[in-house]
């Protein structure tokens, strides 16, 4: 696809200073990309250009992101996207595939404006079938007709203070239970290190293996977190955070979760633990040392992640954190009501297929996994 020629009504800046708008294909290598995701204070690691080419190299998916500059060559917007062809919903454009939350990131409203408008006409004018967005921000829909807007499943959020000696996890309850978890863990021979090699992926994935088999949700391949190490690792944008305890002569590791960091944001993105071995609370002292060492790093946003509808213990074990629920959404054009769930609702199945799903060898799951991602 080459430059979108935009109508006047979106090429203009209605203020007294007019300001020429161009939306064109923006390519991985630009290095605009990454200087304007790095200015950009609503940025998530996933808006990151490096992200992008992870999932290009992962599952194969085609390029079609879009950029938004002005007549001086500057950046003003930036809307990752992907073409996938589904088996199920047919070729569409995704911001972002097998990614929680993406979507436009804009300096200014005109630019997110002329964003949308230019990845609506794609579908309009292209062979892709839809768009789908994912994005915190619930205003997309009023900036472009045609797109509709539903509620996704909350992700957790704890704001932390600028000076760490202020930072409060919960309530006094949950501060009790926490500081008691942590006393047992530690007295346990509990301990955290951050994974020194690729080993330690290997050995992490298969414990990530067995966790979200067991909430019947297909894994993302173990290639997704070899780029990770490879890519995102080297410059600090990524952290996996190992809980090991040593018994019987050998040092067994418990749980792990991967970290993702960009700007003053830390995602917990992706946990795998032995559920075998829960009494020794892994999780919390992982999250106890990342969240600590984050603050004091000057990061200001900590999230837990999403929560599937229903699932209350794991809302109940994020907000003993002090985090607070923050809504996300998903935007379609055309509109698409129930797509989302019905479709394309990775985790959501009926209960025979859940209990098909939870009894077979991880080492099946691993490889269905990454076709239901590519495929589905």
């Keep these: 696809m080459g430059s979108l020629a935009l109508s006047d009504a979106h090429a203009f800046i ?54 938004c500059e002005g007549s001086d060559g500057c950046l003003s917007g930036v809307l990752p996207m992907l073409e996938k062809r589904s088996l199920l919903a047919g070729l569409h454009l995704s911001s972002l595939p097998n990614t929680p939350v993406a979507g436009p990131l804009a300096s200014d409203e ?43 499943d909350a992700t957790y959020v704890l704001d932390m203070p600028d000076d760490p000696g202020k930072l409060r996890l919960g309530n006094s309850h949950n501060r009790y239970n926490i500081r008691a978890a942590l006393r047992k863990a530690i007295r346990s021979g509990v301990t955290v290190r951050d ?73 917990a993105a992706f946990n795998g633990r032995d559920r075998s071995q829960l009494e020794f609370f892994p999780n919390f002292v992982i999250h106890w040392k990342a969240i600590t060492e984050a603050c004091s790093a000057g990061f200001r946003r900590y999230d837990l992640g999403e929560v599937p509808l229903g699932n209350d213990g794991l809302a109940h074990f994020k907000m003993k954190w002090g985090a607070k629920p923050v809504e996300l959404y998903r935007y379609h054009y055309p509109r698409a009501g129930g797509l989302e769930r019905g479709t394309l609702g990775v985790g959501h199945l009926p209960p025979a297929a859940k209990w098909a799903w939870r009894r077979l060898p991880l080492s099946v799951t691993a490889v269905l996994g990454r076709w239901i991602y590519r495929r589905l």
């Design 14 to 67: 209605s203020d007294p200073i007019r300001r020429e708008l161009r939306v064109f294909e923006l390519a991985q290598e630009d290095p605009r990309w990454e200087r304007f995701v790095a200015d950009n204070p609503n940025a998530l690691p996933y808006h990151h250009p490096i992200w992008f080419q992870m999932l290009r190299e992962t599952f194969g998916y085609k390029p079609a992101a879009l950029g």
């Design 110 to 152: 005109e630019s997110l404006r002329a964003l949308l408008s230019a990845a609506m006409s794609r579908v309009d004018h292209c062979s892709v079938r839809w768009l789908q967005l994912k994005s915190p921000s619930p205003a997309l829909g009023g900036l472009a007709d045609g797109l509709g807007r539903f509620a996704w």
């Design 195 to 267: 994974a020194s090699s690729l080993d330690d992926v290997r050995r992490w994935y298969h414990l990530y293996l067995g966790t979200v088999r067991a909430h019947s949700i297909p894994p993302r391949p173990f290639r997704m977190f070899e780029l990770i190490w490879e890519l995102l690792e080297p410059q600090g944008r990524a952290r996996l955070l190992l809980a090991e305890r040593r018994t019987g002569g050998r040092t067994q590791v418990l749980a792990g979760t991967v970290f993702l960091f960009h700007g003053r944001t830390v995602m």
